[in-house]
């Protein structure tokens, strides 16, 4: 079946650092890609998607390229700043129906 | 314009008990979709409620069912209530763009079951 692996938390970064937080997917067919924030208390946002193979979702700094060879939706930030401090989840739907498959969540802390 | 709304935000139960979660989509959203996150996991999909009829359900058993209304809001109802349903419940609606789907998801009701 469908799934989604996230690399473990937590990650601890000091400001203006580079952020990687890799995600890969198991999947039949096309996938649609997703990465979610999660504010402390708060529901899930949009932070970005990609729905076809080499497409890249972009938002607020962050960026993610959807690799159908190595399977994979990593979420990159060149810099980053105290408030990216969140649980990020990696997320796939795997038709124009289907439901949200979620990652565990990976939880960051941004350090000033 | 409202986003996805639930009520309420925090609630307090005890076992073997009954519980209904209540959400209201985005204006112009049809479809409704119930999640489950237990603490330090991921959301886990309960199900999907299209047209006021159940149209996906994960893997959750029969004590969670809901319903929908001709405005769109949907109930979640939890009945015989296990110390293990203790989550934070979030409710999406969905949104086509350009033949595209995208789930905007509510702030969530946090339960606690003691």
């Known amino acids: 079946g469908n799934s989604v692996t996230q690399m473990e938390g937590p990650v601890t970064l000091s400001e203006e650092a580079f952020l990687t937080i890799n995600c890969t997917y198991t999947a039949t067919g096309y996938p649609s890609l997703f990465w979610y924030v999660q504010y402390p208390g708060e529901g899930l946002q949009l932070l970005l998607k990609?729905?076809?193979?080499?497409d890249k979702g972009s938002n607020k700094g962050f960026e993610a390229t959807y690799r159908k060879e190595t399977t994979s939706f990593h979420l990159e930030k060149g810099s980053v700043q105290v408030s990216d401090s969140a649980v990020y989840f990696c997320a796939l739907r795997g038709g124009s129906q289907g439901n949200l498959i979620f990652g565990k969540g990976t939880k960051l802390s941004v350090k000033p | 314009d409202a986003g996805v709304t639930q009520s309420p935000t925090h609630l307090i139960k005890t076992r073997g008990q009954q519980v209904t979660l209540r959400c209201s989509p985005k204006s112009g959203h049809d479809t409704v979709s119930w999640y489950q996150q237990a603490l330090g996991q991921g959301p886990q999909f309960i199900f999907q409620?299209?047209?006021?009829?159940?149209?996906q359900r994960g893997n959750f058993p029969d004590r969670f069912s809901g319903h929908q209304f001709p405005n769109y809001s949907s109930e979640l109802n939890v009945n015989a209530l296990l110390l293990g349903d203790s989550a934070l419940y979030l409710c999406?609606?969905?949104?086509?763009?350009?033949?595209?789907?995208?789930?905007?998801f509510g702030p969530g009701t946090r339960l606690l079951v003691l």
């Open positions: 409620y299209y047209e006021e009829e159940e149209r």
């Open positions: 999406a609606s969905r949104y086509w763009d350009r033949n595209q789907e995208t789930q905007y």
């Open positions: 990609a729905t076809k193979a080499d």
